[in-house]
């Protein structure tokens, strides 16, 4: 089965510049997770989709967006970029149920993004 | 405030010797909680999670973690060490909010 993947591996931008990420969770899973892997600030919940809506977001700027797909994959969309947003950006599926306790994350390998 | 915390930054074992990397939580009620694996360049590998039930957990390649509710902690441990565990790790926690709360990461380095 395959797990999660991300595209692209690496995405050079500069500042100003906007960048799209995407994930494709694993079969079967209907939500995806955005993380942020900064140095030095470590792994952050950035946001949430099930079933095409957003369900949960993290403590960051709106300049940071995503969607999901009738498919269920997903996208990452940051605009204005920063020097600081520089950083490992991790996508995560789950079979998201109605309990907590049954959602396990899953993720992918990341996108490497430099702003220059 | 909540908050998940891994005292050790920097571990180093020779190989074959025993491991133990800390996790200490502070919530409100107890989260789930789980331990995940991450080598140079990659993303995260789950190696173990707790939800309820019995408090050591079994993982893969040979982890395995206890859950103390009076310590509000969650150590990972392996009993002999190989030189492909040398990663960082993650201890995270999760909630009803289904978002999942890192620890700053344990570099661990194995010595031949």
């Known amino acids: 089965e395959a797990g999660v993947t991300q595209s692209p591996t690496h995405l050079i931008k500069t500042r100003g510049q906007q960048a799209t990420l995407r994930c494709s969770p694993i079969?079967?899973?209907?939500?995806v997770y955005w993380y942020q892997q900064a140095l030095g600030l470590g792994l952050q919940f950035l946001l949430w989709?099930?079933?095409?809506?957003?369900?949960n977001r993290g403590n960051f700027p709106p300049r940071f967006s995503g969607r999901q797909f009738p498919n269920y994959s997903s996208e990452l969309n940051v605009n204005a970029l920063e020097l600081e947003d520089s950083a490992l950006y991790l996508c995560a599926s789950s079979n998201f149920g109605q309990e907590p306790s049954t959602d396990t994350q899953y993720f992918g390998p990341g996108t490497r993004l430099t702003v220059l | 405030a909540q908050s998940v915390t891994q005292p050790d930054i920097h571990i180093t074992v020779s190989e074959g010797a025993s491991l133990e990397l800390r996790c200490n939580y502070s919530y409100g009620a107890t989260p789930y909680l789980f331990w995940y694996v991450q080598s140079p360049g990659q993303g995260l590998q789950l190696l173990l999670k707790y939800f309820s039930g019995d408090t050591l957990v079994q993982g893969i390649k040979g982890f395995e973690a206890e859950f103390k509710r009076s310590q509000s902690s969650f150590n990972l441990r392996k009993p002999s060490v190989h030189w492909s565990d040398a990663a960082e790790y993650f201890c995270a926690v999760g909630f009803n909010d289904y978002k999942l709360s890192f620890g700053a990461g344990t570099t661990v380095t194995v010595r031949a």
């Open positions: 989709y099930d079933e095409g809506e957003e369900r």
């Open positions: 079969s079967g899973h209907t939500s």
